[in-house]
């Protein structure tokens, strides 16, 4: 009886081990297993995944030369800034909050990439990344202390930090050093640095999955007053997301200025929207509590293969917002159809 | 079961907002400061709001007389105030039944571009009501969706100004878009002036005394704000939660819809971004108008109040030898401020006052 349980929650028993996969697949013991394996997902993941493959396919099956690894590592330098931005959309989504200001740190630290490294300054890149985490922590301070609501909150600060932006430079210009550009841009070794940057984002995403802080992170985004009772610290958790939703959304408007090889500061308003979509798209849940910066990443390509796959089809670029926006409202429909049956399956247990 | 002390005192404190009779153990003359005093401090919110944008405007004009406080800037103020007031409209009911709409930059383009489109083809009267009737249509397709789906209508609405945007384009392939003429009749309504005030600004105060009455006297007004502060107990208490945010998201589409209207009359243009400086600034105003975000509080005075001192800012900082970097800096900074001051006054505003009733402030030193 026992040892049935064990197959129907999904983990493989003492008995199992040894017994041989009916589906081919080592790791997966039975069909059954197979099932909760993917019940054991999050709803979003459970919407996300299908319709990324399914986009992956589209795309690639229209464009062949896509899979080629220079217009691979093309596709994904290009899409490295939003996909960063959304990470840092998404650590403070997941406290249940937003981060409109994540637009003004990256045209910050755009235009200072492109006029503070000038002439043996090479090492203000560090500055930079230390100024974006400010401007974060400025976010938390004014979300966490003086208790303003995130989004208003943030609108303020997208202000200042554009405006500091536009005072540092006024119209588009400037230029990072050229050994930074061709670093980033160039090849280590037979690997392209974009892809490498990626993968090296994947594993940190792979990595924070098991962090104290992403999890506590998620606990006060999902219940804050449970999390508190179970001894989460609540407000220095907010404190931090904020803190690294600055910090990121700094490395993006570096990342942006660097293959750019310019500064521009009115750089980050089109982002500020398209990361929150990224992050939802992705999976990320905007009344906190459930996703991870690798949702965000998903989410920020399946943007870009949306937009790939309207320019491959040659239709005319007006489609794009809409076929967009019924893509989120579809995945959002999914998604609250999906958790409203999980729970109404609990009810039922 | 006796209770303990600190909890009678908070059951007390939970009646202090009850209607009850006051014993008239004071003299008449205190019994009837009090409530004037606790009037007072209810919308302490809204009178700050208030203060503020007065503190704001008469130090602008005095500081420069013949700059800001000339007659045409502060018309180009009233009106630009009305734009941000009718945006934020919807906004605030919306945000009062716990709701948000990030749709209003399109749905104001969709009104400034429907007009031009439809005036080429019938009258002006009937264009504009149709265009409205497609604001009222917009509106209800958020409301739609975001009860519907149960899913937080930030992104949906957000999606859904997407998919206008696609649309207006859509509709509008033939020529650049926006690029037809804007009517006459509409140039001529935005800037009509009865005496020394534009008739769109009265307009506005009007519409803005129906809005306040609406919500704080009428069934649906209360329902509103019931359905923002728990929308569980509301439903328990046989209110339509669904049909109330459904209306609240069909009376922001008309809003904004109308401010499109007349802001393609004033700018004499139109175009897909028109709208856009709105999106943020509706939220501000209502959030300087002491509306919390998370709703069930609120009014649309205070929202007033927030969209007149924001239009004030953005005519006054330029004056004061800023430059574009420095009047978003200022601009931050204070939203910021407003956003602190009217949080000091919510608490002030839900503070108990301590009793004048003789008896029971005995009782209160006796526990």
Known sequence: MRSKRLVADGEPGPLMASRPSELGVPWVQSRRHLMSLWSGLSTGSQVMWPLFVTMLVIYFALEPDGLRITQLSLTIQTTLPLVLVSVAQCFVLLTGGIDVSVGGVMALTDVLMATWLRGGNEWHIVLIV?????????????????????????IATWSIYDGIALYILGS???????SFTTWVTGTAGPFPMPILLLVALLLLAWYSRNTELLK???SIGSDKERAHLSGVRVERTQFAAYAIAGLFAALAGIYLALITATGDPTVGDGYVLQSVEAAVIGGVSLAGGVGGMGMAVAGSFMLTCCYNIISELSIPSWVAPPILGVLLLTVIGLRSRLERRELEHREIR | MTRSASESRAVRQDLAFAPKVERRTGSGFRVRLRGTVIALQRRSTVLGAFAFTIMLFVGASLYSPSGFGSRYNLQSVAIFAAFTGFAALGQTIIVIAGGLDLSIPWTMALGGIGVVLLAGKMPFVPAVILVLLIGLGIGTINGALVTVLGAPPLIVTLAVGAIIEGAIIAVDTTVEVGAGAVPATDIHLAN???????????????VAAFVGVMLTRTPLGR???????????????GIRVKRVQLI??????????????????????????????????????????????????????????????????????????????????AYGIVIIVGMYLSRGLQKLATMPLPSTDLGERERDNDE
């Not at chain 1, 588009?172 to 050229?178: C, I």
């Not at chain 2, 009509?192 to 009007?206: D, E, M, N, Q, S």
Request: with cysteine; charged share 5%; glycine share 16%.
């Open chain 1, 216 to 218: 506590r992170i998620i």
């Open chain 2, 248 to 329: 609240t998201y069909s009376i922001g589409g008309v809003a904004s819809t109308f401010a499109g209207i007349l802001l393609a009359g004033y700018v004499q243009t139109t175009y897909i971004e028109m709208g856009q400086n709105y999106l943020f600034a509706s939220v501000a105003a209502v959030a300087l108008g002491g509306t919390a975000l998370l709703g069930g509080t609120g009014s649309y005075w205070g929202t007033f109040a927030g969209a007149v001192t924001l239009a004030g800012l953005s005519a006054f900082l330029p004056m004061l030898g800023l430059n574009g970097a420095s009047v978003d800096i």
């Open chain 2, 192 to 206: 009509a002036t009865i005496g020394r005030v534009p008739v769109f600004f009265l307009l506005w105060f009007v």
């Open chain 1, 172 to 178: 588009p210009g400037g230029s990072p050093p050229a």
């Open chain 1, 130 to 154: 230390i100024i974006g985490l400010g401007a974060g922590v400025l976010n938390g301070c004014l979300v966490v202390v003086a208790k303003i609501p995130p989004f208003i909150a943030t």
């Open chain 2, 223 to 237: 329902k509103i704000y019931a359905v923002g502060a728990n929308p569980r107990a509301a439903r328990l208490a």
